[in-house]
């Protein structure tokens, strides 16, 4: 889960005097380094002072490698490797550093326009299996015959699994009709795609009425616009009369905290729904604003619904605002903070902060969140793309009987 919060970043001082120390003599120590810059006088405390400490041998490391290794050096590379490696010490698959072209794709992704195929993929990092939990419409991996459900493991050179996940993305970006190739594996049986990289525009939401008057939505991933994608489809399909609705979050990998806030504010007045728990104990609580609609809700997830989703859902949930239906959530219950690294916010990285519980102190973080109504899909149709509404998926069956109910 991304908290989308540009955190004034107070170390960007000593990061740029690591990455731009050059120290005297190898004997000599940080401090006198900075002692010694353009001939000026530099106090600081003692604290300041024993963090600077540590970054030393890092200094002297560099120093070394830009003398004597034989070879011309990309330094800002190894420091971007230094960084990634005290950030993957964490032993952490949510904390990463962004370098500036993973920023800036990080970033059009949320705009939901970018150079690639169309693909929503779900790395899991205790199976290392990563599925596709989306192809969207009109793309080329729509095109190619690439479903939902399939197991990428390779792009090109690349063997795909939750570690390679950030490189194959990252290979699968590039300019309009250049090709790429895509292997996959559906229900035991390899395939390989060839296609052309396109334009593509991601649709967030879609919705549709149904019948008995019952509403449906399908939200896709918390970015971008979606929250207000959510309002417009709310208003349409309750003017086309809609008494009931169902939003659907199956495989709804999350996002932004923000937007599934504001998609909870159309349902709750001033209620509690979640409250993030930090290191030191603190909480920070996270409440709805006033302004609701009273119109019956029913929520879809299964496996791959997770953290904004299951925020969303369970919270709803516990408020006894909706009724969940399908199966248990993917259990991601930690919140992470985007920042960007200094002002000029060409690269940044994410960490984990805090883990959030529900507004009764119900933990999420790999457990997940429990549906009232559990259904499960037949193994015959894991992994079927149905198209928009099709009552032969069984999970919105369930979902619209109980809509359909709840309007007496």
Sequence with gaps: MKRNAKIAVTLTCAATLVTGAVIGSHASGLLDFLNRGKNEEVTISVEEYERLKQFEKLATVKEYIETYYYQDVDTDLMMEYAMQGMLSSLDDPYTFYYNEEAWADMWEDDTGVYGGVGLQLLGNYETNIVTITQVFKGTPAEGAG????????????????????????????????SLVELEVIRKGENIVFTMYRAEIHVNRVEYTMLDNNVGYIVLYQFAGESDAEVQAAMDALTAQGAKSIILDLRDNPGGWVSSAMKVADLFLDRELLYYAQYRDGSKEESWTKAGKTDIPLVILI????????????????????????????YGKGIIQYVLPIDDDEKDGFQFTVAQYFLNDGTAVHKIGITPDVEVEMPEELVGTYFDLGDMDDPQLKRAWEIASEAQK
């Excluded at 699994?161 to 970006?173: E, F, G, N, P, Q």
Aim: net charge negative; no cysteine; proline share 0%.
């Design 302 to 329: 299964n496996e791959n619904s997770a953290s904004s989703s299951e925020i969303l859902s369970g919270g709803l949930q516990n408020l006894g605002r909706a009724t969940l239906v399908g199966k248990t959530s």
């Design 146 to 177: 690439v479903h939902k459900g399939d197991q990428l493991i390779r792009v090109d050179d690349i063997q795909v699994d939750a570690t390679t996940l950030d490189a194959a993305v990252k290979h699968m970006r590039g300019e309009s009709d």
